[in-house]
């Protein structure tokens, strides 16, 4: 059974950080490729930042560039994302998601096979 089950969500103020985790169980994490995504209320979900399989490729959304970190830590299934200067426009429903394609377009949530339940950042003015 895939089991992706996020943790780290929260209430902090426009400027500050936190630090998402993604710990993910029933596949082999090593040979995945790995995003994390987005959804605010009323709209859609949303690419935030992924990662591929191998680690050598991250790609970020323009709004968290130079913000956002995505990492991964294979010897604990793991995924991260370090969120720093956040803005109120970042609050959303975080949610990591995991690909076994080898070749795909990372900002896409077709690409994506399994997804975690999402955790609620909400960041305030």
């Known amino acids: 059974q895939v089991q992706l089950v996020e943790s780290g969500g929260g209430l902090v103020q426009a400027g500050g950080s936190l630090s998402l985790s993604c710990r993910v169980s029933g596949v082999t994490f090593s040979s995945r490729g790995l995003g994390w995504f987005r959804q605010a209320p009323g709209k859609e979900r949303e690419f935030v930042a992924g990662?591929?399989?191998?680690?050598?490729?991250?790609s970020y959304t323009d709004s968290v560039k130079g913000r956002f970190t995505i990492s991964r830590d294979n010897a604990q299934n793991t995924l991260y994302l370090q969120m720093n200067s956040l803005k109120p426009e970042d609050t959303a429903v975080y949610y990591c998601?995991?690909?076994?394609?080898?070749?795909?377009?990372?900002?896409?949530?077709?690409?994506?096979?399994?997804w975690g339940q999402g955790t609620q950042v909400t960041v305030s003015s």
């Open positions: 990662l591929t399989r191998g680690g050598l490729q991250t």
């Open positions: 998601a995991t690909t076994s394609r080898t070749s795909y377009s990372i900002n896409q949530v077709r690409e994506y096979d399994y």
